[in-house]
């Protein structure tokens, strides 16, 4: 089997992967670098968004064993 990009890359810690760093020398923060909290009332969807939460009777009937029982198989 062929080795893989992904395989490559090695991370020592979390902080190596989602901790912050500062910006290099000369380098400017743009807005896409940086978190920004906001209302969940503020999210919406996206015209062609792949996935879809289908609210019918199936849907409830597993909310409702989720309430009763927990989650039996974690997906």
Not at 19 to 46: C, I, N, S, W, Y
């Amino acid at each position: 089997m062929g080795s893989r990009s992904a395989d490559k890359i090695k991370f020592r810690s979390f902080d190596d992967l989602f901790g912050e760093q500062e910006p290099k020398g000369g380098e400017k923060e743009t807005a896409e670098d940086q978190v920004v909290r906001m209302a969940l009332a503020e999210l919406h969807t996206f015209k062609g968004h792949p996935f879809r939460v289908m609210e019918d009777e199936e849907m409830m009937e597993m909310v409702e064993s989720v309430r009763q029982f927990g989650v039996l198989v974690p997906v």
